[in-house]
């Protein structure tokens, strides 16, 4: 990777963290949002601070609204335990919260996200074996219950099949109306990767490319897609952070670029 | 355990890991594990069912991580009942990993909120609990082809509904900031899936930074996050989660968790090497201790940055 990668001029965003902004854009002024630690949470915490400063977040493990301090590397560190409403259990976030339906938005990760925004976190198929992943966590009970899921992920052939090996996690399941009938409230989904933003919703039951990330062609999402997604007939280009942002980022969220080691290898840790 | 059966309340008593692993964890053990990935995990007490080699064991627990992957790696482990085996930024559970992917444990794989809804039915002496989670999911299928878990229709709604098992652990452990001499338990910070699981448990043992005497949360019970009522034995053993952290007293140290990591990744031979350089080679945790952090140091630094972050 180099520095002419990057976006927004010589010391403009790097992919991963152009990631970050494209998924602080999902949230709303007042959402309820729950992220797990990495671009996720720093996604939600770009979000507070600029266009949506009344947005609140959960994390799983019982920590209601904190105002996180830098850098949590775990949903139990205390950096992420720092100055909440409360300081609750798991069933008081996946239970309390998500299940009961005061979580409006929910950012998850995966090894395979499928045609129809499946994830699987749990079994991989890899020649004659199965890889063994960590497992739900909270992902189930998070796409279950929300209304919007938010993917942050790198844009990998193998990370993108046609179907799941495994379906950890609901997106549209077997396509437009399967969530209901499986007693599941409707969805939508964005996926947002390195070289597009993908999305869809109960009634299309799969994902759409709906705008690429600067730089990127169709051609790029298609040969590192193991689907055919449909494209949207007018793409978008992923916007650049405003002014400042990347400050925000990278000198306040995550100064010592916990989340970001090629900062350390190109020589671009500061703005 | 069986669900609501009737049980004498005990009398919590004040052990030494060492007594309380040997009274209260029996081989083929259902053993609830409390704390969550880098927070409050029951190291100390882990170590002690290392050291007695307790096997046989189906662990059970939401997110477990390390405390876990030691008893998979010692060979203590026939089966697993989780949410997730994860140390997020820190890796996979190495050791549980391969021992799954080999077929040397079984596995039976929930959501965080549905495997902490059957320890609330547990706590509530109810044979199962409904959740919403699971729907469509292969996780449900896998369950419902294993008889753990029934799909059926609100009996009001006619909405469907997942119902899953009690889990009601023969015996938990967790670590916890503090408790006095009649089990009385604080846990400051999150408490993850511990009261319920606890709740749910026939016995309990408590390893705890600091024991305070009887009586003494007297002028503020609503302190008390556990009641004594549930706990089988309290152990005194400061760091007793080391190298995971408690909220409010030290900070986790990310080198030793870091180390252990790196080796179990590479293969089996790291978690045997750490197991029998670090627990089975010392009488107690605090030889343990005194030979990870000779100095001290490592520890006070942890616990001047848990000051500094509160």
């Known amino acids: 990777m180099t520095v002419t990668d990057t976006v927004g001029g010589a010391v403009g965003a790097l992919p991963r963290e152009l990631l970050v902004f494209e998924g602080a854009r999902q949230i709303r002024d007042g959402d309820c949002v729950i992220a797990g630690t990495g671009l996720p949470l720093l996604a939600g915490l770009v979000a507070q601070r600029t266009h949506a400063p009344s947005a609140r977040l959960l994390i799983e493990s019982g920590v209601v609204f904190p105002k996180v301090v830098p850098t949590p590397l775990s949903v139990v560190d205390p950096r992420i335990m720092h100055a909440p409403s409360k300081l609750g259990s798991l069933i008081e976030s996946l239970g309390g919260f998500v299940q009961r339906g005061l979580v409006s938005t929910g950012f998850l990760g995966g090894a395979q996200i499928d045609a129809r925004a499946n994830i699987n976190s749990t079994w991989i198929e890899r020649g004659t074996g199965r890889v063994r992943l960590p497992g739900s966590g909270g992902a189930n009970d998070i796409a279950s219950h929300c209304a919007t899921i938010v993917i942050l992920t790198s844009h990998e052939k193998r990370r993108f099949p046609e179907r799941c090996d495994y379906v950890t996690s609901p997106g549209f399941l077997d396509g437009p109306g399967a969530r209901r009938r499986a007693g599941l409230n409707p969805v939508r989904v964005k996926v947002v990767t390195d070289l597009c933003v993908m999305e869809g919703d109960d009634t299309v039951g799969e994902l759409t490319v709906t705008a690429l990330m600067p730089g990127a062609t169709v051609e790029d999402v298609l040969a590192h897609t193991g689907f055919t997604p449909r494209i949207a007939d007018t793409l978008g280009v992923v916007a650049a952070p405003a002014p400042g942002q990347l400050a925000l980022l990278r000198d306040v969220l995550d100064p010592e670029s916990r989340y970001f080691p090629e900062r350390l290898k190109n020589g671009t840790a500061h703005e | 355990m069986a669900v609501g059966v009737h049980q004498l309340l005990t009398t919590p008593q004040v052990l030494t890991a060492a007594e309380a692993v040997e009274r209260f964890v029996e081989p083929g053990a259902v053993l609830g594990l409390g704390g969550q ?239 029998a350089g670090s627990v089975e080679s010392h009488p107690d945790f605090d030889a343990y201790l005194a030979a990870t952090d000779p100095e001290g140091s490592a520890r006070t630094a942890m616990a001047e940055q848990m000051r500094s972050l509160l």
């Open chain 2, 37 to 275: 990935n880098i927070n409050r995990c029951p190291m100390a007490l882990v170590h002690e069912v290392v050291r007695q080699r307790i096997g046989e064991l189906t662990v059970v627990g939401c997110n477990l991580s390390l405390p876990l992957d030691f008893l998979v790696a010692a060979g203590l482990v026939v089966r697993t009942e989780q949410g997730s085996g994860n140390l997020e930024k820190f890796g996979t559970l190495f050791s549980w990993r391969r021992a799954v992917e080999a077929n040397r444990i079984a596995v039976r794989d929930y959501s965080h909120l549905s495997m902490a809804s059957r320890f609330l039915a547990g706590a509530m002496g109810l044979p199962f609990m409904p959740v919403r989670s699971l729907l469509g999911s292969s996780v449900l299928d896998r369950l419902v082809a294993e008889d753990d878990a029934v799909v059926t229709p609100d009996p009001w709604s006619g909405e469907p509904v997942v119902l899953v098992r009690a889990c009601t652990p023969d015996v938990s452990l967790i670590h916890a900031n503090l408790a006095d001499t009649d089990g009385n338990v604080v846990i400051d910070g999150v408490t993850s899936h511990e009261i319920d699981m606890v709740r749910a448990s026939r016995h309990v043992i408590v390893s705890v930074e600091e024991v305070l005497p009887a009586g003494a949360f007297d002028g503020q019970p609503e302190r008390v996050t556990i009641s004594g009522a549930y706990v089988s034995a309290v152990v005194a053993q400061p760091w007793g989660a080391w190298p995971t952290s408690v909220y409010r007293k030290y900070d986790y140290y990310e080198p030793e968790i870091d180390g252990y990591q790196k080796g179990a990744k590479a293969g089996d031979e790291g978690p045997r090497a750490f197991l």
